[in-house]
């Protein structure tokens, strides 16, 4: 636990900070991508002027440029469809963009640097050569063992950007790897898609309420990339809080369709880590549910450990977080490929590939 | 701001006095640490790394060259983060409330022009950034060292043969650099804003007279939406922040060469400006 947590939790902390708390807090939400939410929080709870000035300069700082993201990514998101529509592919908005799309709560302050779609597994090469027929290249340099890591393992294909933009596109079947313990029926969830429209003629799917929290969970739960994985959270109790106020059955919905999709163990993990991390309230019924979907005591004591460690250092740069994160990413691959597909690629990684540095910024000056 | 590097804090002392780094009861905006990377080559050709919020967004630089790595560095920090702050790509000074901004590409001479400004009595507001609020139009001032490169260090050294430049950096990245240290009535008024009044585009020609033409608002204006950091990013809120700029302040083209008699150029028009209706 460290501040961000504790003001995620009760914002009314920070009526007692002083210059050396809210000096911690700054790199903590700025590398958790939160900014944008803390000063959403102040605001909701009438607490900006609590807030030292030149903090709330970096907070607004952050939202103008989440808003000026906002723009490119749904503006990338009606290129991507049009082409698609095209081409007859239907597709689908995922994650920030379809928060963006659908106008729920995250819209507000979440940051995103790329766009994830879903197309229908017997689509995404014509989705994909349509694309790049239109301008758009492959964001990144991908050999040919990426290339099969993508295509044969994983539910994505490698990003693709267009050449005259920065934003990513992420291409996606599924919401989880075909190779992984938990197999997603993707059918079912085009099933439950609804579509929503911009009021300016542009429509677009996006997940059902629930498809779209357990996604969100699925995320949490096999994601290598946990650095800044605080925000899926906050995302996640922002979702919940809102489809609850929408629909009051909404936590039976969601019981229920983690049941029918297998991922009543990501749903724990989103679950515990939201009330410990984030202040997720949830409902007796969701809690109830989640309770008998954990792992055996020992593992799950291990897994809060390692979370908390790795969403929620005290401060950060601390070994601690290195190595939880360490374990969580082999463990990311444990759950999405069967073993002997996890040691072939894990070999690949350490042993035959050497990344070039990421180009430095210019310096200004 | 913290470092073990006992030589990078003296040259940081001379230029920042006074801001005693982590006073407990003073809010900051960047946590950023100077250091030498422990490595073998600390004892053969020590290196120094430079590190906002625990992450390197640098490789590490030559230890000597600590000072305008750091400089760069929060440069960085500045145009990645200040968004609350259209950021003109211009120097700054200003002459009582009232600021002339003189954006510019590099090797305009914007910074050897804004320092001999300052070395001739103009408060420094800032180099590199103007930092305008787009709710009220003003600049708020930044002073810092003016970071001088190659022959513009001697440009300065024979304009003012006591200028306060600080070490010369003989091999960066950009070249040789020099900072020129602002004065201390520009330290102690770096609380107080500027409006913008003139709006001056200059352009070092070699050799050439120095000509002040007044410049149409509409390439002014299409010049200072362009020079700036974050333009396209603030959207409606930087337009309008130029427009009311443009509105407001008097624009030129300036062509120089000596900067004794450019000085001498832009104060008579600050004079002028001063007197209206005589």
Redesign the interface.
Known sequence: MNLLNALLRDPQVVRNW???E??QL??LA??ARLLGRCLSLFEQHDLVDAV?P??V??L???L??T??LH?QALRELRHVVRVLDRAAIESAALKGVAYLAADLPPRGWRSLSDIDLLVREVDIARAESALQRAGWVPNGEFDDYDQHYYREWMHEIPPLRHSKREIEVDLHHNLAPPVSRIVIDADRLWHAARTVSDGHGFAIKVLAPADMLLHNALHLFMNDELRGGLRDVVDFRDLYEHFRAEDSDFDHTLVARAQALGCERPLYYAVTTGQRLAGLQPSPTLREAVAHAGPPAPVAALMAWLIEHALAPGR??LRRTRVANGLLFIRSHWVRMPPRMLLRHLGHKLLLRRKP?AP??D??? | MRSSDSAFLDTLGVFYPGRAPQT????????IRVYRPFSMRRWVRPQIQFEI???H???PHPAENAFPMY??GL??CI???????LMLHAGSVAFGDRAMILPGTPGSGKSTLSAALVLSGARLLS??FGLVRPERGDLLPMPRGI?LKNASIEAIREFRTDAPLGPTYPKT??GRVSHVRPDDTSLAQQDRPAVPRWLIFPKYVAGVAETLEPLDKTDAFRQLAFNS?NY????D?AFNAVGAIIRNVDCYTFRFSRLERAVEHLTALVAETETPGT
């Open positions: 002083q210059a050396a809210w000096n700054l790199p700025r590398s030292p030149r903090i300069d970096q607004r700082g952050a103008i440029k808003r000026f723009v950060l740069g540095p430095e910024p310096l200004p000056g | 407990p009861t003073c809010v900051y905006d960047y946590d919020d625990h992450l967004p640098f490789e400089e760069w440069n960085w145009a990645s983060s200040a968004h609350r702050y180099d590199e970071p990245r950009k950091f396209r990013l603030l959207g809120a």
